[in-house]
């Protein structure tokens, strides 16, 4: 590994539309996925990923080198995932987790979460559905019924226009 | 991608890190998200996500309710309002004596006629329910009368179907706080100190005084709430 030649070791992740990215291993290894694999000897070529796509790569590595960059200071991991995610639209965040999760960065994982529970906290039903391609199961009558129990919910609901 | 497709798993942790605001408005959302946000795990995981970010209130309950009509929970750290919520006009003469709070859940009754009616309250979800008259051992409970009593009020998650129909009290808790008969046979406790109860993984303890002879010997008493 790494530490014993003294040089840094760099991977080569590919994503699955065959997009390939160069990483350091140290920051590569913020994936158990990854770590795991370097650990098993599985690392030498080129580490195929398969659930993510190229351009949620790109950014996740870009993740992986500014957190691996800062130093242990909570706070500023902390800050650096706010900046990284603020720009970021629902679409972007939901593929993110999804990596994260695949990847299992348990980190990006849990500041991603956080930020997408964030935009749906007062997004109104129909928004939430949609992003989330959810169909509607309930009947006329029970959505009624599910809404007028909690009718005070649905005061201060932003309004949809924004993506 | 247009629409996404997360796993459940990941659904899961994203409705864990709603308020229960947001989680009372998305069980119209289909039918699953309904059962899991009604799931009674799924009420606990959420609730220890919020104690172990330390987060604690304070409640301000105006004792002038002829300007005031609504209790504030303040921040502790900051006193900062973190949410403000009417009182409902039934209870705005009640001098108020707050017996506990488990979960988000608030516990209260009236000064002038204690224990004889209880009132639990939810503010985060803003519902009410008033239990009058809860009767132990067939004696109706109240502040006039022979039997000494202490209330205790805590939290918990039944699986017993049946059960849960009857006593659950609120939303997205899975609450059993039903005021059920509790028989003891042989209660030679002689004091129990009102109000002074801590509840502890589904068990409510009091502090007690226990007479042997002329000693007096403090004593914990449990009640467990969830096998009575």
């Avoid at chain 1, 650096?80 to 960065?105: G, H, I, P």
């Avoid at chain 1, 169909?135 to 009558?141: A, G, L, R, S």
Wanted: one cysteine or more.
């Amino acid at each position: 590994m790494a530490a014993e030649t003294g040089t840094p070791t760099t991977l080569t992740l590919k994503s699955n539309d065959d997009e390939l990215f160069s990483v350091a291993e140290s920051a590569a290894i913020l994936s158990v996925t990854i770590r795991n694999m370097v650990e098993d000897g599985c690392a030498g070529g080129v580490i195929p990923l398969d659930n993510v796509d190229g351009k949620t790569l790109a950014s996740v590595i870009t993740y992986m080198n500014g957190i691996s960059a800062i130093p242990a200071d909570e706070e500023k991991k902390k800050s650096y995932r706010d900046k990284f995610l603020s720009d970021k639209d629902f679409e972007t965040l939901a593929d993110m987790v999804l990596a994260a999760n695949y990847l299992n960065m348990s980190c990006l994982m849990d500041a991603v979460s956080a930020k997408i529970a964030q935009v749906m906290e007062k997004k109104s039903v129909g928004w939430v559905r949609r992003k989330f391609g959810i169909e509607n199961d309930y009947t006329p009558e029970e959505e009624a019924a599910v809404k007028e129990e909690h009718k005070w919910t649905f005061e201060g609901v932003e309004t949809d226009d924004d993506n | 991608m247009d629409t996404t497709d997360l796993p459940l798993h990941i659904i899961i942790v994203l409705l864990s890190m709603l308020p229960a605001e947001a989680l009372a408005k998305f069980q119209g959302i289909c039918k699953d998200w309904k059962n899991i946000i009604r799931e009674p795990q799924f009420v606990k995981e959420p609730f220890q996500i919020q104690t172990s970010k330390g987060k604690d209130y304070l409640l301000y309950v105006p004792l002038d309710r002829t300007n005031e009509s609504a209790f504030t929970l303040l921040c502790d750290e900051t006193f900062d309002q973190a949410l403000e919520f009417e009182i409902p006009s039934e209870f705005r003469d009640m001098s108020f004596i707050i017996i506990s709070s488990c979960n988000g859940v608030m516990c209260f009754t009236d000064a002038n006629s204690f224990g004889s009616t209880l009132n639990l309250c939810n503010p985060s979800i803003r519902k009410y329910k008033t239990v009058t008259n809860p009767i132990f051992d067939g004696v109706e409970l109240s502040y006039q009368g022979d039997v000494d009593f202490a209330l205790g009020f805590g939290i918990a998650i039944l699986s017993d179907e049946e059960d849960e129909a009857t006593s659950k009290i609120e939303v997205c808790s899975m609450v059993a706080s039903s005021w059920k008969n509790l028989e003891v046979d042989y209660f030679p406790w002689e004091i129990i100190e009102l109000k002074l109860e801590v509840l502890m993984r589904d068990l409510v303890h009091w502090k007690g005084n226990y007479r042997n002879g002329d000693e007096r010997i403090s004593i914990i008493l449990a009640y467990h709430m969830g096998e009575d």
